[in-house]
């Protein structure tokens, strides 16, 4: 099977093309501008005869064209994906995240080829704390931020050129990540590199967002699955049971490092910070048989941590320029 992983130099997609050469009979090619968040070295070690890099923008229709035509499926996980980066400058958002997605689609419809769209829970919008319920397939659109907004675009141009073009697509729903290779901008790299570095942690508000945190390789083995036996048109939420606020994960992260639990900071909060992600996988689990192999967050969130005390060759060239974009916005 030939696969094209657009965006698969970032975090989620390099751990899905790690996974990808853990199966059989799979090659693998990677569209990637290579933007701030994307690193060539999250793809070092793996097989150059079964992984290739073409570095260019999912928003290049007739790039996009030519390497639909020569696969077998595509993975569209290229997107803009920092929430904090879409209320400073929501433009990149729009271009890659709808218009990128359109010339995936254009390119699928032209050359038939299979789609599996990446997205994400955040198109719901927010829960509040004590809301029994969770997001399903059938809990209506409601983005809040010009990231989740976009994002829930391209999940209505699939759905669109699903019904009105046979394109044959499904579409994932995934909550939020935490693994090897993710950038340091995002919360729980953030604060496992500062309390390596000597900083304290930042919080945003008052640390009681809640977020469903899922394991990357459990959310690649959920795509790989969905991709196997999905139904066309169908859309499956991802997610681990995972739900933890953010000044339990900084806990966790204080207590692994060997620092006092207090010794954090409250900072700014995000504009339109949303309260509360909860995934119910009911749909994915049931129909496909999905289970995650890393239900245990604390666990994984521990190997998290060794991973980056023993990578900081990989993030360090990041951090120093992330803080201090953080820092102008009193983060
Ligand atoms: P990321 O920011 O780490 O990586 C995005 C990658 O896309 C980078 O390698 C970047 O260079 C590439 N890219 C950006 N614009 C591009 C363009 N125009 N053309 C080609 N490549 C481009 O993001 P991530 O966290 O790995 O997220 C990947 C996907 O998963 C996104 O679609 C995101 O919406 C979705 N998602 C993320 C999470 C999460 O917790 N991070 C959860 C659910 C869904
Ligand atoms: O739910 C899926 C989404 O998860 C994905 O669609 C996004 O691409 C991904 O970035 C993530 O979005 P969040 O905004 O939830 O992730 P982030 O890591 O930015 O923040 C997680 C929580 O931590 C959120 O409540 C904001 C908070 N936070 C974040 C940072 C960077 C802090 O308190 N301090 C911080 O320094």
Request: charged share 25%.
């Amino acid at each position: 099977m030939r696969v094209l992983v657009t965006g698969g130099a970032g975090f989620i997609g390099s751990n899905f093309v790690h996974h990808l050469v853990g199966q059989q009979d799979v090659v693998v090619t990677v569209l990637d501008k290579l933007t701030y968040a994307a690193s060539r070295a999250s793809l070092d070690g793996l097989p150059t005869d079964r992984v290739s890099l073409v570095v260019g923008d999912v928003a290049d229709q007739p790039l996009v064209d030519r390497l639909a035509a020569g696969h077998d499926a595509i993975v569209h996980f290229a997107a803009e994906s920092h929430n904090d980066n879409s209320l400073t400058e929501p433009g990149p958002f729009i271009q890659t995240n709808l218009v990128g997605t359109f010339c995936v689609l254009e390119a699928a419809r032209r050359h038939g080829t299979r789609l599996h769209h990446i997205s994400t829970d955040e198109v719901y919008g927010d829960l509040e704390l004590d809301d029994p319920q969770r997001f399903t397939e059938a809990t209506p659109y409601n983005p809040s931020s010009p990231y989740s907004a976009a994002k829930a675009g391209s999940d209505h141009l699939v759905r669109a050129w699903v019904r009105s073009f046979g394109v044959k697509a499904t579409i994932s729903n995934c909550s939020n990540n935490y693994g090897p290779w993710q950038h340091v901008e995002k919360f729980i790299p953030r604060q496992i590199t500062n309390v390596l570095d000597g900083r304290r942690p930042k919080v945003y508000g008052t640390g009681t967002n809640v977020r469903d945190w899922i394991h990357a390789e459990d959310h690649s083995s959920a795509v790989w699955t969905i991709l196997q036996q999905g139904r066309i048109g169908e859309t499956y939420l991802v997610g681990a049971d995972g739900e933890h606020n953010n000044l339990e994960v900084v806990a966790l992260i204080l207590e692994h490092l060997g620092r006092p639990a207090d010794d954090y900071d409250l900072v700014a909060d995000r504009a339109g910070h949303d309260l509360r992600y909860a995934i119910d996988s009911t749909k994915l689990r049931d129909e496909l048989g999905w289970r995650p192999a890393h239900p245990d967050f604390g666990a994984g969130l521990a190997r998290t941590i060794e991973w980056y005390r023993d990578h900081e060759s990989w993030w360090r060239p990041h951090k120093a320029a992330t803080e201090a974009a953080y820092e102008v916005k009193g983060q």
